[in-house]
């Protein structure tokens, strides 16, 4: 018997189903197994892809919680619910994030010794290491306990993801010394400096996001959305300003060559090569997309997640977590 | 009589005493009142400037409360002092930022309704108007009635220094709904919709910072501090990035001739020529130069000290305080 299809969601993000359909389909041409779960009327064209019914849509802007209580039907609530039932390896959404993140906790349930499950942000980094950041946006208000779990779980996954060894963690705070940082910071500090079972480097910076020294950084959910979006604005923003100077009047052909000379930094840093961010804390592989994804991004994800089954993510984060 | 000179903390900062006394000497020479204090033996060639004296030196590293309470004779402090007594019409530091902002409370006062101070800091924008962040760091754990403080304080600060009529005021946020965010920005978010002498645009998120709607940004001094520097780091971290595309074997006189493009950008975003972050919420002209602080950016930053007692910042601060 083959491997568990990754199921999609083929109802979720901005460019769905068009996009995500396409996405699930070249994920299927590079041998992945894969379905889709949503209407089966507006998916277009799916192929030889097995369709999972699904007769309602969760949209981008609604409650999340409530949206997962009464759309039991929902292409969201039935990605999760397939997972769960064992007619899937893992779940893929570009969907509604507080929604995902909330029929993923509420049908896959939780590992045992976690509160309250994260979202894993990977940052790429041109010419190093991927960096993991944690909680990325799930939890806006959070406990020291939380964040300590948080320390277990993006360790495992930037070492079963990324293969790095022995990852360091770093506490985002806003000065290096144990006693700066505000409340929550401040009691998270001991209880991450007190575990044998992580590599602890202290607290970071927001300067050391990307050229620090911790692979996992870890955060509230509130503050580590800021971070993830205040440096994806900074990019973008000067991404568009050095484009402007390049293709000015009088920048002529040293521009244009200078384009093409910055085009792999480009490549490196785009989102869409990471393949989405990972909610870590349930029982079963779950990854949310961007909502913006393309056909590239979904299959992208797809891959992981067949991967992170493939490498029993779950499993390590369970071990993870009891010991 | 001559205005009051402004009063710079020779002994403050990473370049101190050298570069803080030959930026003070920079500033005099384009005609603004300065003095310097500090220790009399240590400080070189002070040419004209008069110097008062102050014994004691708190270091980068020094807790805060306790080396303002115990170091009473130490340059920040006696900085302060001076301008409380009259000798001085501001003070600027590139000093231990929690020292200044506790000396500048404790020997200023607050203004009347404002329960802490908040450091404002300035984004340069290449291109469009500068955006005030605050707080970038003096209370990590605030309260929604701060906050709202804050908004007015920013609000004001943008119009004195920026000549912004109506500044348009953000609050930091992981969503733009006004149900989205932590506890403390939900309940803050009410206090701002119902001023109506702040134009409040709504939530904003961390990409909305360089490029939103909001010429002030409203935060808690936690999740400023770790914006700010995210932002640097960002901008520092694809610099570098850029510089080596550009200059890596192959890249050419196209390489080079592109570095000429991007110089003014790079200009443009240098955080010495914004002159220092503005302590907010004291009775007093109060501004905090970063610890690296060159002669240039010290020499600016007495500039923009002298202009804001010109401008009559703090009056304008305890209008907007009672209104």
Partial sequence: MGMLPVIVDAMGGDNAPGDIV???????????????????????????????????????????????RTKKDS?????????????????????????????????????SGVSRPAIATTLPVPGGRPRVLLDSGAMADCQPEWLHAYARLGSTFARVRYGIDRPTVGLMSIGEEPEKGNQLVKDTHGLLAADPSIDFVGNIEGRDVLSGPADVVVTD???????????EGTVSFLVQQIIGALTAPGAGDA??????LLAPLAAEMDPDAIGGAMLLGVNGVCIIGHGSSGPTAIANAVSVAHDMVEGRLVSHLAAAMSA
Same sequence: chains 1, 2.
């Fill in 22 to 68: 396409a996405g699930a389909l070249e994920a299927a041409e590079r041998g992945i197994p894969v379905a889709l779960v949503g209407h089966p009327d507006e998916l277009g064209d799916t192929g030889p892809l097995e369709v999972f019914p699904a007769f309602e849509v969760i949209s981008m802007a609604e409650e999340p919680g409530r949206a997962v």
């Fill in 255 to 260: 521009g244009t060559t200078a384009l093409g």
């Fill in 221 to 231: 959910g509130f503050t580590g959305n800021v971070v993830l979006k205040t440096l």
């Fill in 75 to 111: 292409s969201i609530v039935r990605a999760a619910e397939l997972v769960r039932d064992g007619h899937g390896s893992a779940m893929v959404s570009a969907g509604n994030t507080g929604a995902v993140a909330a029929a993923a906790l509420l049908r896959m349930r939780r590992i």
